[in-house]
Every structure is written in structure tokens, then in C-alpha cells.
């Protein structure tokens, strides 16, 4: 059943039902789903706006303590986040925050929930962050990552997600204040999230490059050698696990490109200065 034909179905329940029925609030929530669902394929805005507008009706007929409160929730947030990626109205990121608080009310210390509302409030958190720098929304995402990685102790399968979106406070913290001790703690945290994939897991890669560009912008704060040397390092075995036609491979050459041009401008060896050249052949034509 393609979209338009799901929506239909879903419409048809609903008009079966009627205000006050058992089944009017999940029909509700059916139809908002089922146009969810379309806008992501087909991005047509009327289905969200429909979408949003089902969510809330579902929404109101769930008095607080109800069972499917916080599904109602949770659903009316995905959509509000899902149109802010689309169309970077901010109203509609701080209606995401606003609902992802309330959700996290419902989701108490030692609720099944409780963790993964954590982690949807700060990522939200973080993103209006990027939008407003406001760093008092950052402060918040940083404090409930770190709530959120307590919960995820050693072996935790959501240990490592946790690991780097802490991470990430820490480096955009870093990036608005300048205070090292913030990008000392996204390295010590990138190297937890590197022990946890060693070589040969699939997700060996991204700890790899994100240890590795951390450490060569703390070379570049704190010009120690060493941290340019482990980048160095890093990046030529990330760049191994990237071949021709990878989509991550212009990433890692352009890490590892950065970390000749600054051993060069340290050192001043000519070698280092022609190597971003043997790096990127297509360019050389520009430069001869």
C-alpha cells in the first residue's frame, strides 16, 4: 500500500468513528502517522501541518497520567522536529524542546523511558544551541548527556552514542569559550568511544576520525607535538578504511591534509608542505 492509498484508509477509519468514540484518539493518531510518513517522502507541508494538528486532538483527548500520553507526546515532537529540519523555522524547534521536556516529566528517574527521553531532550537541546548560541541550552544538553551516559555504564549497548554526544557538548563548548579542559574531555571521551570499537567493528571509523580531528585542534591550541603526531597517526588508519569511492574518504584525506600542513608550519619540512598535493592529484594543476 503506497502513501496516498495508506492516508485514504486511515482517513476512512476515521470518519467511521466519531468524537467520543474508544477508537477516535488511535484513529487520530493513525491518520497523523500515516501522513507523517508521506511528508518524509514527499515533503508536502499540508501533510505535516495535517499531521501536527491530528497529534494535538490526539493529544488533548489524553488527560495527563494517561497511558498514551507520552506516545502522543513523543509523536507530536518528531513531527515539530521533522518540520524544523525541513524548513529551519526556530518556533518549531523550541516547540520540539518544550515537548521533549514534558516528556521527560512523565520519564522519571528509573522509568523504562528514562534514558532515551534524556538523550532526545539534549540532542534537541543541542540543536537550538547551534541555532540560538544560547549556552544555557548547551549547558543543559551537556548535563543530561552526562545523566544519560551514568545510566549507560561498561558493555551498555547505548554506551557509545552516549560517549559522543557528550563528546560533542564538550566540543561546541569549547568552540564558543576556548576553555581547553573542554576539548580535554572530548578527547578522553572520543578515546572511550574508540576502546569500545576496536578494529574491524563496523563503527571503527567514526571514533577514529573524530579522536583524530580533536586532538590535531588541540594541537593547535596547545601546540603539542605529540597530539599531532597520534592525529597523524589516526588518520592515515582511517584513510585505510576508507578506499576510492567511499564516501568518507574526502573527510579523511582533508584530516590528514591538515595535519601535514601543520607539521610543516611547525617545522618547517618541505616535504610536509608538498604532501597535501600527492593527497589531492587533482588539484595540482592550479598550483604548477
Given at each position: 500500500?503506497d502513501s496516498t492509498?495508506?492516508?485514504?484508509?486511515?482517513?476512512?477509519?476515521?470518519?467511521?468513528?466519531?468524537?467520543?468514540?474508544?477508537?477516535?484518539?488511535?484513529?487520530?493518531?493513525?491518520?497523523?502517522?500515516?501522513?507523517?510518513?508521506?511528508?518524509?517522502?514527499?515533503?508536502?507541508?499540508?501533510?505535516?501541518?495535517?499531521?501536527?494538528?491530528?497529534?494535538?486532538?490526539?493529544?488533548?483527548?489524553?488527560?495527563?497520567?494517561?497511558?498514551?500520553?507520552?506516545?502522543?507526546?513523543?509523536?507530536?515532537?518528531?513531527?515539530?522536529?521533522?518540520?524544523?529540519?525541513?524548513?529551519?523555522?526556530?518556533?518549531?524547534?523550541?516547540?520540539?524542546?518544550?515537548?521533549?521536556?514534558?516528556?521527560?516529566?512523565?520519564?522519571?528517574?528509573?522509568?523504562?523511558?528514562?534514558?532515551?527521553?534524556?538523550?532526545?531532550?539534549?540532542?534537541?537541546?543541542?540543536?537550538?544551541?547551534?541555532?540560538?548560541?544560547?549556552?544555557?541550552?548547551?549547558?543543559?544538553?551537556?548535563?543530561?548527556?552526562?545523566?544519560?551516559?551514568?545510566?549507560?555504564?561498561?558493555?551498555?549497548?547505548?554506551?557509545?552514542?552516549?560517549?559522543?554526544?557528550?563528546?560533542?557538548?564538550?566540543?561546541?563548548?569549547?568552540?564558543?569559550?576556548?576553555?581547553?579542559?573542554?576539548?580535554?574531555?572530548?578527547?578522553?571521551?572520543?578515546?572511550?568511544?574508540?576502546?569500545?570499537?576496536?578494529?574491524?567493528?563496523?563503527?571503527?571509523?567514526?571514533?577514529?576520525?573524530?579522536?583524530?580531528?580533536?586532538?590535531?585542534?588541540?594541537?593547535?591550541?596547545?601546540?603539542?607535538?605529540?597530539?599531532?603526531?597520534?592525529?597523524?597517526?589516526?588518520?592515515?588508519?582511517?584513510?585505510?578504511?576508507?578506499?576510492?569511492?567511499?564516501?568518507?574518504?574526502?573527510?579523511?584525506?582533508?584530516?590528514?591534509a591538515l595535519c601535514?600542513?601543520?607539521?610543516?608550519?611547525?617545522?618547517?619540512?618541505?616535504?610536509?608542505?608538498?604532501?597535501?598535493?600527492?593527497?589531492?592529484?587533482?588539484q595540482t594543476a592550479?598550483?604548477?
Amino acid at each position: 500500500m503506497d502513501s496516498t492509498d495508506e492516508i485514504s484508509h486511515k482517513r476512512a477509519e476515521l470518519e467511521g468513528c466519531h468524537p467520543g468514540h474508544d477508537s477516535w484518539d488511535v484513529a487520530l493518531g493513525g491518520l497523523a502517522v500515516a501522513l507523517y510518513n508521506r511528508f518524509q517522502k514527499e515533503r508536502k507541508v499540508d501533510d505535516m501541518d495535517e499531521a501536527i494538528t491530528l497529534h494535538r486532538a490526539a493529544l488533548d483527548l489524553c488527560p495527563s497520567g494517561h497511558p498514551q500520553w507520552y506516545d502522543s507526546l513523543c509523536w507530536l515532537a518528531v513531527c515539530f522536529s521533522s518540520k524544523y529540519e525541513n524548513l529551519g523555522v526556530a518556533a518549531d524547534l523550541e516547540e520540539t524542546v518544550t515537548l521533549n521536556w514534558e516528556a521527560l516529566v512523565l520519564c522519571p528517574p528509573g522509568h523504562p523511558c528514562h534514558s532515551v527521553s534524556l538523550n532526545i531532550l539534549a540532542a534537541h537541546l543541542w540543536r537550538s544551541f547551534k541555532k540560538h548560541a544560547t549556552m544555557h541550552d548547551l549547558n543543559e544538553a551537556l548535563e543530561l548527556n552526562r545523566a544519560a551516559l551514568e545510566l549507560h555504564p561498561s558493555g551498555h549497548p547505548e554506551q557509545y552514542h552516549s560517549l559522543l554526544e557528550l563528546a560533542l557538548c564538550f566540543l561546541s563548548r569549547f568552540d564558543n569559550l576556548g576553555v581547553v579542559a573542554d576539548l580535554e574531555e572530548a578527547v578522553t571521551l572520543d578515546r572511550e568511544a574508540l576502546a569500545l570499537c576496536p578494529p574491524g567493528h563496523p563503527r571503527h571509523s567514526a571514533p577514529l576520525n573524530s579522536l583524530a580531528a580533536h586532538l590535531w585542534r588541540r594541537f593547535k591550541k596547545c601546540a603539542t607535538m605529540h597530539d599531532l603526531d597520534e592525529a597523524f597517526g589516526l588518520g592515515h588508519a582511517a584513510l585505510e578504511l576508507h578506499p576510492s569511492g567511499h564516501p568518507e574518504r574526502f573527510d579523511s584525506l582533508c584530516g590528514l591534509a591538515l595535519c601535514f600542513l601543520s607539521r610543516y608550519d611547525n617545522l618547517g619540512v618541505a616535504a610536509d608542505c608538498r604532501a597535501p598535493f600527492r593527497l589531492f592529484p587533482f588539484q595540482t594543476a592550479y598550483y604548477t
